[in-house]
């Protein structure tokens, strides 16, 4: 089955993969690896903000980081030309959470994109992982998630 009916197959509707909003690029190709810079969350167009352990629950976390999920694979979308069957595998996930000194449920909230990822690409969706709390991330993102991706030649 191809990664596009795979989407289908859950209900996935892909967004568009977001501009960068500094001096950078959203995705680079080097030596078998795709780099993907930090995805935001984005719910219906409106970024998802706040700070879990104040005013922001695990739920919330782990939607947000599902969501930021979805921009890293759209992202990969656009990089690869719209060929997703390229992904060899996802070799790994850096999810920083915007989070209280007290909050330790990074993990958690770090599942939300490693369960769509192994949903998506199956076990090659599998993944290394880091998940750190941080005190303050861009316009005020409640996550942010970057990836490093096996890709095959086009």
Do not use: W
């Not at 005190?135 to 490093?148: M, N, Q, S």
Request: with cysteine; hydrophobic share 50%; net charge negative.
């Amino acid at each position: 089955m191809s990664i596009e009916d795979r989407l289908n197959e859950l209900g996935i509707a892909l967004p568009e993969a977001a501009a960068p909003v500094a001096a950078y690029v959203p995705a680079v190709e080097a030596g078998g690896l795709l780099h993907i810079s930090g995805q935001l969350p984005f719910r219906d167009g409106v970024l998802m903000v706040g700070r879990l352990g104040e005013d922001r629950d695990i739920g919330f976390g782990q939607d947000a980081a599902r969501a930021c999920g979805l921009m890293l694979i759209a992202q990969m979308k656009k990089a690869l030309g719209g060929d997703l069957d390229r992904v060899e595998r996802i070799v790994k996930l850096g999810v920083f959470v915007n989070s209280t000194d007290h909050f330790t449920d990074q993990p958690k909230i770090a599942n939300g994109a490693s369960e769509l990822m192994e949903s998506v690409f199956g076990e090659a969706g599998r993944h290394a992982r880091s998940a750190v709390g941080v005190t303050i991330l861009p316009l005020g993102a409640a996550v942010e998630v970057d990836a490093i991706v096996a890709v095959r030649p086009a």
